[in-house]
Each structure stands twice: as C-alpha cells, then as structure tokens.
C-alpha cells in the first residue's frame, strides 16, 4: 500500500509491537500516541493527509474504565474516520474486540456472522466504534477493516495475561485443575501479521475479521505453559468447576468466571482466506512471553 502508515495508540503493547514490524520492513511510518491524539493543533490533520493506511489501537479507556471513557473513546474513533476520510486515506483498520460477539462460545464457535453480544461495557464501547467508523466512512473513498482480536498475550502483555503470570510468580494455588475448556488466545506476532493483511489485501476492504490462534488451550494448561516459561510451578488444584463459577457469580466475578472457566472458540476461516496463518503456536508462544517476566 503506498503513503504511510499512521498508527495511533503506538506506545501501548501491541502499538509498540506492530511499529516494530513495520519499521523492520522499512515502512513510511508516523507513530502517534496519547499527547499527539489530545493535540488541538492540526497536527493529526497533517499526519493523515495523504496517507495510505491508518491503524487504529489507540483507546482512552480500559476495561474498568467509566461510562464516559468509553464514550470519549467512541467519539475518538468517529473523529478519526473522518479526518481519515477528509484526508484521502485508502483505508482505516480498525482493531475492535472479540469481545463484541460476548464472553463465552456454548459449543459453537463465533464466526463473523455471529450476532453481536457484548455484556461489559468495554465491549459495547468497542461495538459502538465500529458502529461510528462503518456510519462516517459510509461514503467517499476511505476503506474500512475491522479486526475483532481474541485475548493478546506476548511478552509484558497486561491485563489479564499479567495477572495470571503474577499469581504463578507469587505461588499463589490456584483452584482450576479440573477445569476442561478449549479458549483460544491471540499471539502479539499472531495480530500483528493480521494487521499487516488487513492493511494491505485489497479483499479486506469494508469487512470485518475474527482473529485468533490456531489451537486452544484449556485454562490448566494455560496456568501449566506460564509455569514453564517463568521456570516455576504450577500450583493446581483441582476444584468443581461448577462450584468455581457459583462462588464468582455471587461475588460478582462473573466476566472473571467466563475468561477462566468457559469455552471461546473462533472461527478464523474469512481472515485465512486471504492468506493469513496464525504462525505463531500457543503452547510455544505462551511459554516465551511467560519468560521475558523472569527476573
């Protein structure tokens, strides 16, 4: 794709990841991170003029974030789209959250045509954006790519990752061994390379994609593949996993007990189609982003 690539949110985890690809590759390249977005001096206007793509990761919010953070963050993606449009951009990647589809596949997997579901605020913010970038780039020239990533792990990631990486670190006994689901993860070089395809086929244009590993991993081997990586142990117990989800929901954890007790299986096949391949395999790659946390 010709013009350069504007990547907000390029200091974040996955940001620093994908401007590292895309300098390696000798890509035109304009980083921009919070203070450049907040900017009031046309400076974002200059920045799109004439590019080729812009990918956006930046978000305002977290997933504990308020109700107006994630209003401010949709209101941020709209903004975008349509300096993007007014700036003759070719195409706008957007990177949502599988997340939009729900919390928890039931034996089906999610495809592109699953309606969507979100249940937590952070993810209905993220379907609200892509709602924006579809509605602003409706007409003109501007393309659109909505990515919907799975959980991203890869060396220092945050969120949840790093709190299970934590709780392995400090010894902490964990009661998921009987535990027996099948949760697809997404690797950062795993994204990455579906941003790259996502910024460059010319059959992405104006349709959106699931993204995620190849092969599932149950919780337990999750806990057991960080273990391995940080060179520790896995302390695992084994606990009913419907007595596990009770206890969450009455304490109010229930998203906790839908990322760590339920299925999420994905459905990759429209992003493979065009020639990505999840290169990165989960049982290899959790074991190295356990171990850049080694001390």
Partial sequence: MKGAVVVTGATG?????LVARLAGEGRALV????????AR?????RAFDGAGCVVHLAARAHRAGSAADFEADVALTRSLARIAKQGGVRRFVHVSSVGV?????RGTAFTEATPPAPREPYAHAKWHAEQALQG???????????LRPSMVYGPHAPGNFARLVRAVQRGWPLPLAGVRNRRQLLALDNLVDAIVCGADHP?????????A????VSTPELVALIAQGLGASARLWPLPATMLEAAARATGRGRMADSLLGDLEIDC????SLGWQPRVAPREGIVQAAAASRP
């Fill in 213 to 216: 590993d190849a092969e599932p």
């Fill in 13 to 17: 985890f996955i940001g620093r990841g």
């Fill in 203 to 211: 059959d992405a244009a104006r349709r959106t994609f699931l993204v």
């Fill in 269 to 272: 096949n429209a992003l493979r």
């Fill in 31 to 38: 980083a921009l991170g919070r203070r450049e977005l907040e």
């Fill in 41 to 45: 001096d046309g400076s974002l206007e």
């Fill in 136 to 146: 602003e780039l409706a007409a003109g020239a501007t393309e659109w790519t909505i």
């Fill in 101 to 105: 589809l729900g919390t928890r596949t």
